[in-house]
């Protein structure tokens, strides 16, 4: 297959998948992680319109690490946030998502503006030290105050964030 038929091939399944009709089964079979009260939010299966100019918000930050041979490491984690719900912690590794490879904060908010979509669930594979690789299902939301009272509305100014150590060699992002 030609290369540019087989991006428009994954460009056209892409789509599919932020279109297609999520059910009730779909939520359940991801929400294991997530607490009663994200669960009932989930099922209202709210996302914003097309027209709506939404930014996704998945709860952390990420800072470049040098001494990981230079991936990706969560800075920080808004508790209760979508990535604290799924277990991400500050000092775990994000390495992709949607099976989409990331090493830099650059390849980060690529694949967050491609595969994130508001409303809707983004798996994301992270390596935690020591314990191995993890594949977690994120509910991306959105701080955006301008949709506040949204079932996928995450207020950060009511939330904490959990902070790793600081590092040496490393530069941070801004919230992811």
Same mark, same amino acid.
């Given at each position: 297959?030609?290369? #540019?038929?087989?991006?428009?091939?994954?460009?056209?399944?892409?789509?599919? $998948?932020? @279109?297609?009709?999520?059910? +009730?089964?779909?939520?359940? *079979?991801? @929400?294991? +992680?997530?607490?009663? $009260?994200?669960?009932?939010?989930?099922?209202?299966?709210?996302?914003?319109? %097309?027209?709506?100019?939404?930014?996704?918000?998945?709860?952390?930050?990420?800072?470049?690490?040098?001494?990981?041979?230079?991936?990706?490491?969560?800075?920080?984690?808004?508790?209760?946030? %979508?990535?604290?719900?799924?277990?991400?912690? %500050?000092?775990?590794?994000?390495?992709?998502?949607?099976?989409?490879? &990331?090493?830099?904060? #650059?390849? #980060? /908010?690529?694949?967050?503006?491609?595969?994130?979509?508001?409303?809707? &669930?983004?798996?994301?594979?992270?390596?935690?030290? +020591?314990?191995?690789?993890? &594949? *977690?299902?994120?509910?991306?939301? @959105?701080? +955006?105050?301008?949709?506040?009272? /949204?079932?996928?509305?995450?207020?950060?100014?009511?939330?904490?964030?959990?902070? *790793? %150590?600081?590092?040496?060699? @490393?530069?941070?992002? /801004?919230?992811?």
């Amino acid at each position: 297959m030609e290369l #540019a038929a087989r991006n428009d091939l994954i460009d056209d399944l892409e789509s599919l $998948e932020r @279109t297609r009709v999520v059910t +009730d089964d779909d939520i359940l *079979a991801v @929400t294991k +992680d997530y607490t009663r $009260e994200y669960k009932e939010l989930m099922m209202r299966r709210e996302v914003p319109g %097309p027209e709506e100019a939404v930014s996704p918000f998945i709860g952390f930050s990420l800072t470049e690490s040098v001494e990981v041979d230079g991936n990706l490491l969560i800075e920080s984690v808004y508790e209760g946030g %979508p990535a604290y719900q799924v277990g991400m912690r %500050p000092g775990d590794e994000v390495v992709a998502m949607e099976n989409r490879r &990331v090493r830099t904060i #650059a390849d #980060a /908010k690529k694949a967050v503006s491609c595969v994130c979509n508001v409303g809707r &669930v983004t798996r994301i594979t992270v390596r935690r030290p +020591d314990e191995g690789f993890y &594949v *977690a299902n994120v509910w991306i939301m @959105t701080s +955006d105050p301008r949709q506040s009272g /949204k079932s996928y509305f995450f207020d950060v100014t009511t939330h904490n964030q959990m902070r *790793a %150590p600081k590092r040496s060699s @490393t530069r941070s992002s /801004k919230r992811k």
